[in-house]
Structure formats: structure tokens, C-alpha cells
Antibody
């Protein structure tokens, strides 16, 4: 069965960087997109960007364009999301999600979420 | 990209139907048949309910249905059940390989 397992919770100081991993299993990793979505406390879901694991191509939301890097290690079936210059507003649960089978335009499986807390 | 507009909350009694709207622009909702809907219970991973406006993943009850008219998409949940109480989010393709979510709607089952 399809599973996306994310790395554990992180606490970071303002100005630092965080890198969250998402290990996929149960499907051919290189075939389907991996997206990253976050939810700040009391807020809604926010799309951050995605990677095509097959060729490494990425696309980011304009909001995060300057601070986010999504990468992948196909040998480990793992995608990564690194966010730099962290500020308190980046405190959120970060999710990875697999792109759909019929098209890339939806997310059919999600990771369990990783809480990133930014605090001094 | 601005978030799609959803009502902050809706409610209904068990057995009733509720509809949640999701309003965007011609650059997202209105421009593509690529609206999806997610159910999110706090502390759990979101769950796909609808994709490509009106398609259901296999195994999902047909109590959940989607539609679109112009720049507004809708999710209808019929035969409300207690376990349907959750947050619901729409998401649309917004062109140039980008996506945008709605602000979310809290469904209360009375």
C-alpha cells in the first residue's frame, strides 16, 4: 500500500533552516509528483511547491520561491523540503503529498505531517 | 495567487445534505477542470474526496459529490454522518504548474 513517512518534529531558531524528508513506498517513486503543503496554527492548507521525481524539475509557490528548495533522492525514494531564513510565521505542520494517477492536479496520498516550530 | 474563497463554516443535522462552495477566478477554478476537495480531521493527514471537479477515488462513498459552474466549485455531502464533522478544503490548479487552496470550511454536524 502507498505510504509517505515523514521525518520527526523540529524546533528551530529564527533565521535557521529546516529540511524535512518524506520517504515513499508502495509505488514507483519516480512516476508521480511529490507536493509540499503546510498548515500554520489556526490557518488553512497552503501549497508550497512540487517536484517531478523522475527528472528533478521543481515548481514553487511565488510566496516561497526565494526560501524553499525541494529535492529528491531516487535511490532512497525520498523527497525533501528545505526552508531557509525561518521566522515565527513558518511555525506549521508540513505535509508531503503524492500527485494523482490520472493527472498531477490532485494529491491522493499524504504523509503524516511534520511539526516545525520556530522559536527563540 | 490569492486563496480560493470558502465559507468559514457550515452545519447540518444527521441525514441532511450540505454544500460547500469554493470561489476563485478564471485563472484557477474557472480556467481548468482541475478542482479537488479534501477532508481534514485535526491531527490527521488530509484525505482526498474529489478530483477533477467531480470524480471520486475508488472506495469513497457516493455521498460525496462535486460540481463546478463558472468560477465556483461546490462539494455536496448528502446523508450527513457524525464522522463527517471535519474541515474541508478545495484546491485548484492555477496554471504554470502551480496550485492554490481555499481557506477551508469547518463542517459541524448538529
Amino acid at each position: 500500500q502507498v505510504q509517505l513517512v515523514q521525518s520527526g518534529a523540529e524546533v528551530k531558531e529564527p533565521g535557521a533552516s529546516v529540511k524535512v524528508s518524506c520517504q515513499a513506498s508502495g509505488y514507483t517513486f519516480k512516476t508521480y509528483a511529490v507536493h509540499w503543503v503546510r498548515q500554520a496554527p489556526g490557518q488553512g492548507l497552503e501549497w508550497m511547491g512540487w517536484i517531478n521525481p523522475g527528472n528533478g524539475n521543481t515548481k514553487y509557490s511565488q510566496k516561497f520561491q526565494d526560501r524553499v528548495t525541494i529535492s529528491r533522492d531516487t535511490s532512497a525514494s525520498t523527497a525533501y523540503m528545505e526552508l531557509t531564513s525561518l521566522r515565527s510565521e513558518d511555525t506549521a505542520v508540513y505535509y508531503c503529498a503524492k500527485g494523482g494517477i490520472v493527472s498531477i492536479h490532485y494529491f491522493d496520498y499524504w504523509g503524516q505531517g511534520t511539526l516545525v516550530t520556530v522559536s527563540s | 495567487q490569492s486563496a480560493l474563497t470558502q465559507p468559514r463554516s457550515v452545519s447540518g443535522s444527521p441525514g441532511q445534505s450540505v454544500t460547500i462552495s469554493c470561489t476563485g477566478t478564471s485563472s484557477d477554478v474557472g480556467g481548468y477542470n482541475s478542482v479537488s476537495w479534501y477532508q481534514h480531521h485535526p491531527g490527521k493527514a488530509p484525505k482526498l474526496l474529489i478530483y477533477d471537479v467531480a470524480k471520486r477515488p475508488s472506495g469513497l462513498p457516493d455521498r460525496f459529490s462535486g460540481s463546478k459552474s463558472g468560477n465556483t466549485a461546490s462539494l455536496t455531502i448528502s446523508g450527513l454522518q457524525a464522522e463527517d464533522e471535519a474541515d474541508y478544503y478545495c484546491c485548484s490548479y492555477a496554471g504554470s504548474y502551480t496550485f492554490v487552496f481555499g481557506g477551508g470550511t469547518k463542517l459541524t454536524v448538529l
